[in-house]
T-cell receptor, first 110, second 114 residues
Framework: EDQVTQSPEALRLQEGESSSLNCSYTVSGLRGLFWYRQDPGKGPEFLFTLYSAGEEKEKERLKATLTKKESFLHITAPKPEDSATYLCAVQAYRDDKIIFGKGTRLHILP | DAGVTQSPTHLIKTRGQHVTLRCSPISGHKSVSWYQQVLGQGPQFIFQYYEKEERGRGNFPDRFSARQFPNYSSELNVNALLLGDSALYLC?????????????FGPGTRLTVL
């Protein structure tokens, strides 16, 4: 069964303290791995799509990487406005369903 | 350009009632997907439509149905509402709905069933 596990469930950091969020997945034939940011009560906001192991993408203070078993979202020198829930999702070749993890709640303290 | 829009924003219903949620995709996008998100969980796939045809269905009961119109907008219908149907309902649109296509989400409709 396809599965996505995100860790940690919650993370509190001081402003400027860099860290990484983990997304472990099991899927038969990964077609794409997606990262989203979600603010409370709002829809997920697209961040990155990764397609193959070794691929990396960056946007401002965020950098996403992909291996054959997991993806990392690295946050460099975070600011309070980076506080949100970060969702990871995968899509297999065989169908169009996107499977989400439960997310990591990130809180950046000023 | 306008993103994905959903209506209504909030909705309160009682058990046994029926509800219709609406979604307009990003201009040029032909595929719409629906997700249910309960508090503290990630979104769970309900349906995907492309060119008015159902392309995928998640593990939801037959009380849930959807359709896509010629202008690519979509409706999600839920019959015989249960307390457990209370959730944020998200609509996402993508260009062609093919595997690997990025999905862009709307703000969601918060449904409360009393």
């Amino acid at each position: 069964e396809d599965q996505v596990t995100q860790s940690p469930e919650a993370l509190r950091l001081q402003e400027g303290e860099s860290s990484s969020l983990n997304c472990s997945y099991t899927v038969s034939g990964l077609r794409g791995l997606f990262w989203y940011r979600q603010d409370p009560g709002k829809g997920p906001e697209f961040l990155f799509t990764l397609y193959s192991a070794g691929e990396e993408k960056e946007k401002e203070r965020l950098k996403a990487t992909l291996t054959k078993k997991e993806s990392f979202l690295h946050i460099t020198a975070p600011k309070p406005e980076d506080s949100a829930t970060y969702l990871c999702a995968v899509q297999a070749y065989r169908d169009d369903k996107i499977i989400f993890g439960k997310g990591t709640r990130l809180h950046i303290l000023p | 350009d306008a993103g994905v829009t959903q209506s209504p924003t909030h909705l309160i219903k009682t058990r046994g009632q029926h509800v219709t949620l609406r979604c307009s995709p990003i201009s040029g996008h032909k595929s719409v997907s629906w997700y249910q998100q309960v508090l503290g969980q990630g979104p769970q796939f309900i349906f995907q439509y492309y060119e008015k045809e159902e392309r995928g269905r998640g593990n939801f009961p037959d009380r849930f149905s959807a359709r896509q119109f010629p202008n690519y907008s979509s409706e999600l219908n839920v019959n015989a509402l249960l307390l457990g149907d209370s959730a944020l309902y998200l609509c996402a649109s993508s260009l062609a709905g093919v595997a690997g296509d990025t999905q862009y989400f709307g703000p969601g409709t918060r449904l409360t069933v009393l």
